[in-house]
């Protein structure tokens, strides 16, 4: 029994880990994470998609929440925006844009009616363009956002007007206000829907046509602006 030798293992053979172990754990939980990270695209109403949406103004970058991390599947997100000053920035810009449809007492906080017309221009804007219509939306209200105003300044029953810088944010709350201030006078005891409406308004505005309500009045309060610097 003394005489025996110890076993020893061989030099140069790495033992192999067993299958199922840690390492195999590890690997599955990768697999889990990338497949969560790279979920099904969020798109507008499951068809308009905000990967490509190009904002050409870079001056108002920050106030049109149009990328890819403001997605959503409904323009209809419950947020709190009014708590806070600028928290409406980040508010999805097409969802803004139902909120300025619910106006005049008779449609305040109709905001699935107001959805359900943004749903069917967007449909409209697609037939006659052929684009992305929150593409078109982007240029609408990029173009229609007056750069200058007149403010009244003086006191004492002295009073004049000067003309002043409007501010990025203003821009954009002020495009879509003219917007969807010419599209509802437009649909007023007309045949045509506030959808149809809607539509056409935006693409006049997107193309920079004088024939858009919004572009009307945005080139009158510039000029006014430009007469009394």
């Known amino acids: 029994m003394a005489d025996e030798?110890?076993?020893?293992?061989?030099?140069?053979?790495?033992?192999?880990?067993?299958?199922?172990?840690?390492e195999g754990l590890v690997a599955e939980?990768?697999?889990?994470?990338?497949?969560?990270?790279?979920?099904?695209?969020?798109?507008?109403?499951?068809k308009w998609s905000f990967d490509d949406i190009e904002i050409r103004d870079i001056s108002?970058?920050?106030?049109?929440?149009s990328k890819t991390d403001h997605a959503v599947y409904l323009p209809h997100t419950a947020g709190?925006?009014?708590?806070?000053?600028?928290?409406?920035?980040?508010?999805?810009?097409?969802?803004?844009?139902?909120?300025c449809l619910m106006r005049k007492g008779r449609n305040n906080g109709k905001k699935m009616m107001a959805v359900?017309?943004?749903?069917?221009?967007?449909?409209?804007?697609?037939?006659?363009?052929?684009?992305?219509?929150?593409?078109?939306v982007v240029d609408a209200i990029i173009n229609s956002g007056p750069r200058e105003d007149s403010t009244r300044v003086g006191g004492a029953g002295v009073v004049r007007r000067q003309a002043v810088d409007m501010s990025p944010f203003r821009?954009?709350?002020?495009?879509?206000?003219?917007i969807a201030t010419g599209a509802r006078e437009a649909s007023f005891r007309n045949l045509?829907?506030?959808?149809?409406?809607?539509?056409?308004?935006?693409?006049?505005a997107a193309r920079g046509s004088s024939?858009?309500?919004?572009?009307?009045?945005?080139?009158?309060?510039?000029?006014?602006?430009?007469?009394?610097?």
Not at 31 to 42: K, L
Not at 60 to 65: F, G, H, R, S
């Open 211 to 229: 024939n858009s309500y919004a572009i009307k009045k945005k080139d009158e309060i510039e000029r006014v602006a430009k007469s009394n610097r």
């Open 29 to 46: 939980e990768e697999d889990d994470y990338v497949a969560a990270e790279s979920g099904p695209e969020i798109k507008l109403f499951g």
């Open 80 to 99: 709190r925006y009014q708590m806070k000053r600028f928290r409406k920035a980040s508010c999805p810009i097409v969802e803004r844009l139902a909120c």
């Open 171 to 178: 821009r954009v709350n002020y495009a879509l206000f003219l």
């Open 116 to 136: 359900r017309i943004i749903q069917h221009t967007m449909e409209i804007i697609h037939l006659l363009t052929d684009k992305n219509p929150i593409q078109i």
């Open 192 to 204: 045509k829907t506030m959808a149809e409406c809607l539509a056409e308004e935006l693409i006049n």
């Open 60 to 65: 108002l970058e920050d106030y049109i929440a």
């Open 5 to 22: 030798e110890p076993i020893v293992a061989d030099e140069g053979v790495e033992e192999e880990p067993l299958e199922g172990g840690e």
